[in-house]
């Protein structure tokens, strides 16, 4: 048996055993069994990597299913792309599950937490791992019913729940997209294998319009999973569910599905350079739209909800540039530095005692030094300040944006201006200042334990040094990230050549560049230390917010105009084809006309008023049998 | 023999049953269902997956007229024997906890029904196929009238006519296409398979046949019947009624009305499957806002069976196999369903949603094996529903892409009303309804269990059914070209 099967195979014991044995099986255990197999997937992973040649490989493991010519096999491809993802899944997810022991520890579902994170590890290693799109969209919708127990993991909660089954449903519309692109990939090319579309696909000229179509519609896939607008109201709900879920899930892996999946199909997009172009806008509006939101919101997850959906942003932007490595560096970075601050404001909230309101909060620094020191790193790395993991990989972007169009440069960089700005927002607000809860919180203000703290510290590092991965030949690096994952790009390359040449930047310009996000980066940081350490301000109660602050803090009205346009009308539509349609009109000019009719022979028959049901089938009985007979007979002797 | 001993020992162990009282009416019933299951294995195992019909016994009937008792099994029956024979040991196990009065008319009636099916899945003559369609009616009425729910003569009156009067359609069909056939006449299907029948011909005969079979599963908007006799039948007739009765209509149209109105099939396909995909949004759209679980569980049973019907008149490989496999897998899952529901009403008296919450607080193991039946239900991969819907949504949009995506917003639909009905019954707080709640015990999980199994069995190795059935269904389409 090839080792890459135990890779989601384990996480999936993990969540038999936890799932089976729930409060039955000590905490301890639980979060033995469940971090154990994750760390040992990662452990897997790990020596695939070492000991990987540089060749793809696929492992078949056994025929799913198959209709006449059309075949899809269970299989994992193992190669630059999938390698990469599954390190990230199972080493963070590693460290989110040993967070989990403690963050979770007086939490009733303990076990149910430990058995749904593994299920969730095991159907993102599936969506990366799957050697065809079917596989692929296996995980895909595996992760949505994971995010969808998650998010709606504390069930008393009607909210909760609502905010779940809209994760969901919304999810499903992007999956809708993703299976209508699968029917044309093989309408197309009678295939679903990466290994037979690609090739195939490389013979295709530039601008195919059947290639338009695929691309589209899977990057339709690509927005509902990965929050793109008009697709993306779900995911700062899903916050409802426990913070580890909120960064496992909605920050460092699931989420990010979405920009994996296009660069998966790389060769498909170099080759439909309108999607790329419908990309790179839906992507520039959503990083602006969100930040945007992200400045005034008041609800620390909140914050960084829209910060990822933002950061999502930044990487479907360079994707829409066809530079796919950079869209999918900062894919690595984010997952280091989101899953940081997402941790911490976890700790943060295991210490306030709940209490998620930064207005609430403040001069946290003191009392959780550790949780502190490595937010404010994860804040510096978001900021794109060097030498972090942000800067290198959001400048790359912002690079490959310029080339492409000064003017989305700007409107890109001015978004990284606003991430500044709400992250430190964020940061002063909770952790310096006065603080401003209840004697009772402040009673309880405590570090968390070394199961908690542990894994920020090795998400601190890696926020601090994951730019280095990848340190462009500007700044005398050598683009490792950028080599290692040249062949996935083979096809692409065979096809379109001149999509792969490179930025064609001098360096003063790319110079030029960075010092202008640098600088705007460090101009929000400024601003808001003078909003929110000098002048102290803390921000309004919600009913004292007024005027365009209370349209951005009611995040746009978007969720208002949702339920307006289509969740109102529905149910409204519900309601008139039940009442009007099925039982008014169908019902009673169809089904019961049928019936009158029958009625009114009968009245002829007054004999057969007798309102005695078993009378009516005996008549109805002998009806048939008489016709039956009646129509033999003539038959016969006829 | 083996055939005919599949349509005989339900009935056999029915005439028991009446002599029988007490506590051993249900044991062996269960018993008699389990040895039919046992049978209908064997023959699973026996059968060679080709195109030919095996375990096949003819003899005369009306001699003189061509007609015969001729009974087999081929690829497209051994799927609906397997579902037929399993789902009823299921039922009546799910009753052992109800008492119903007079049991042994009860359950005699249940077997007989049984009988009935078996036997419309087996006919290979016509009148044989009509006799059966028509007896399978008989027992379900009787169930739904005498033990169910208090409109139920108004609700089960309306079914039984609507029901027969669709079916008259199908007679006249058939008579003529039996007195169209040459010589002293045959009445065997595939006897009308040979016919060369004008297009006017087919035309009518189409919706004669097509009327018939609309009724049963039911189609839009011939469904209306549909929800009353299912919200109003007790819960084992409507898991018959919904697992397998509705697969006469199906089984119907891949049996006699595609290979016998081919000409009709290609004239009148587009308004079918028009009038299919409306069903599946409208149903889903009906689902959404409904409060009783049981009414609820039945329009989303119609939008799928919309789903089954465009995939079959996509006249794709992927459509009608997909279709088959739904039927199967619908099957499971609808029945699992409603013994859901019938769990929840046995212990609070309410199916009603605005009632219901937070029972998962009492029974995670209930809220378990409903989320793995939902999530079948949604077509979840690696469950049972994915593969059928998978497969007929790719023959709809072969057929025609618009439609396929239209019909393709049933995964949206579908989402919106289950978990809806999940979340109000299971989730957040407790009701006064629910407080007292107790969680399954021994025998609704003998029941839930192998329901659970095939949930995830047929949609990880579903190629053990779409091999047995693929060759008659390739048959079959090439005899349509």
Known sequence: MNLAILIPLLPFLGFLINGLGFRRIPKAAVGLIGTGAVLGSFAIVLSLFSGFTGTAQVVPVYDWFTVGDFNVSFGFQIDQLSLLMMLIITGIGSLIHLYSIGYMHHDEGFGKFFAFLNLFVFFMLLLVMGSN???????????????????????????????????????????????????????????????????AAAQL??????????????FIGAMGKSAQIPLYTWLPDAMAGPTPVSALIHAATMVTAGIYMIVRSNVLYTLAPETLHIIGWVALATALLAASIGLFQNDIKKVLAY?????????????????YT??????????????????????????????????????????????????????????????????????????????????????????????????????????????????EQEHHLHESPLTMTLPLMVLAVLSVIGGFFNVPEILGGTAKLEQFLDPIYQYARQANPEAFAGVHLDHSTEFMLMGVSVAGAVISIIAAWVIYISRKSVPAPDEQVSGLQQVIYRKYYIDELYDAVFVKPIQALSRFFYSVVDKGGIDRFGVEGVGRFVKGLANEFRLLQTGATGFYVLMMVTGIAVILVYSLRSLIFG | MLTLALILIPLVAAGVLLALRGGAVKRVALIASLVEFGLATYLFTAFRPDTSSQFALSFDWIKSAGIQFAIGVDGISILLLLLSTLLVPLIILSTFHHSYKNPSSFYALILAMQAALV???????????????EAALIPIYFIAALWGGENRIAVTFKFFIYTIFGSLFMLLALVYLYLQTPGTHSSLISAFYELNLSAAQQSWLFWALFIAFAIKMPVFPFHTWQPDTYV???????????????????????????????????????????????????????????????????????????????????????????????????????VGLFFIVEIIFSRTQSRDLRQLGGITQHSPVLSVFFIILVLGSVALPLTNGFIG?????????????????????????????????????????????????????????LVLIPLAILVFWIGLFPNVFLKLTEPAVADLLRSLK
């Not at chain 1, 959906?309 to 360079?318: D, E, I, N, T």
């Not at chain 1, 940081?340 to 210490?351: D, E, K, N, R």
């Not at chain 1, 300040?385 to 001015?414: C, R, T």
Request: hydrophobic content about 50%; aromatic content about 16%.
């Open chain 1, 133 to 199: 799109y079917l596989v692929m969209f296996i995980g895909w919708e595996g992760v949505g019913l994971c995010s969808y127990l998650l998010i709606g993991f504390w069930n008393k909660n009607p909210e909760y729940g609502y905010a779940a089954r809209k994760a969901f449903v919304m999810n499903r519309i992007g999956d809708l997209g993703f299976l209508i692109g699968i029917f044309l990939i093989v309408a197309r090319f009678g295939s679903l294998e990466f290994a037979s579309v690609f090739p």
């Open chain 1, 205 to 218: 000229q530039t601008g195919d319009a059947g290639l338009f179509w695929i691309t589209f519609c899977l």
């Open chain 1, 307 to 323: 910060s990822t959906v933002s950061q999502l942003g930044y990487m479907f932007m360079g994707l829409g540039m066809g530079a």
């Open chain 1, 326 to 439: 950079s869209g999918f560096f900062h894919v690595m970075t984010h997952a280091f530095f989101k899953a940081l601050l997402f941790l911490g404001a976890g700790s943060v909230i295991h210490a306030m005692s709940d209490e998620q309101d930064i207005r609430y909060m403040g001069g946290l620094r003191k009392k959780l030094p550790i949780t502190f020191t490595t937010f404010l790193l994860g804040t510096i790395a978001i900021s794109g300040i060097p030498p972090f993991a942000g800067f290198f990989s959001k400048d790359e972007i912002l690079a490959h944006v310029y080339e492409h169009s000064p003017l989305m440069w700007g409107l890109a960089v001015f978004g990284s201006m606003m991430t500044a700005f709400y992250m430190f927002r964020l940061l002063f607000l909770t952790f310096f200042g006065e603080f401003r809860g209840t004697h």
């Open chain 2, 119 to 133: 036997g419309v899945f087996v006919a290979k003559d016509a009148f044989l196929f009509y006799f059966f369609f």
């Open chain 2, 232 to 334: 109003e039948s007790p819960t084992p007739a409507t898991m018959l009624l919904a697992g397998i009765m509705l697969k006469m209509g199906t089984y119907g149209l891949i049996r006699l009305l595609l290979p016998v109105v081919p000409e009709g099939v290609h004239q009148w396909g587009t308004v079918v499957i028009i009038l299919s995909v409306i069903g599946i949004v409208y149903g889903s759209i009906i689902a959404i806002q409904q409060q009783d679980m049981k009414r609820l569980v039945a329009y989303s049973s119609f939008a799928h069976v919309g789903l089954m019907s465009a995939g079959i008149f996509s006249l794709t490989l992927d459509g009608l196999q997909g279709s088959l496999i739904q039927m199967l897998a619908h099957g499971i899952n609808v």
């Open chain 2, 389 to 445: 819907e998978f497969l007929l949504l790719k023959g709809v949009f072969t057929y025609n892409a618009w439609i396929g995506v239209v019909a393709g917003t049933t995964i949206i639909l579908g989402a919106v009303y289950t978990l809806r009905m999940v979340q109000k019954s299971m989730f957040g707080l407790q009701t006064a309804t629910t407080e007292q709640f107790t969680d399954v015990n021994t025998n609704e999980i």
